[in-house]
């Protein structure tokens, strides 16, 4: 969950499922959302890679390994890297509640709903 702590005001809140790899795979849905103000819905389709530090190669989904080879990382391809379900308001639900995207990963069944204000 992410709040304003000046405010109060809700920003984003996530699950996430797939073992070690879920929490950084919501870490990185939550950047693309609150960080680069992508669209919840791209940050959910972006393709994922994760270096767990142990063991020392990078897991890659496809079409992403490829460019990590050629930069001399050891790389094993895996069909997806955890899945993620979330609401994002990057304006804030306070503020902005029609700035509110509600998201589940097409890597997965999740659902997710919303309801209008």
């Known amino acids: 969950i992410v709040a304003n702590t000046n ?3 809700f920003l984003f809140a996530g699950s996430s499922s797939g073992g070690t790899s879920g929490p ?6 939550a950047a693309g959302s609150l960080l680069l103000n992508q669209p919840l819905s791209v940050s959910l389709r972006a393709p994922r890679v994760l270096h767990p530090g142990m063991p020392d190669k990078v897991f890659a ?5 490829d460019a990590l080879r050629g930069r001399g990382y050891t790389v094993e391809d895996l069909q997806s890297l955890g899945q ?4 994002a308001c990057p304006k804030g ?6 700035s509110c995207e509600v998201g589940s990963d097409p890597r997965g ?3 997710g709903l919303g309801a209008a204000r």
Do not use: S, W
């Open 61 to 65: 989904e496809p079409g992403t390994g």
């Open 24 to 29: 950084a795979m919501l870490a990185a849905v």
């Open 93 to 98: 639900l306070r503020e902005e509640a029609r």
């Open 109 to 111: 069944f999740g659902l």
């Open 7 to 9: 405010t109060g005001d």
């Open 84 to 87: 993620v379900d979330a609401i």
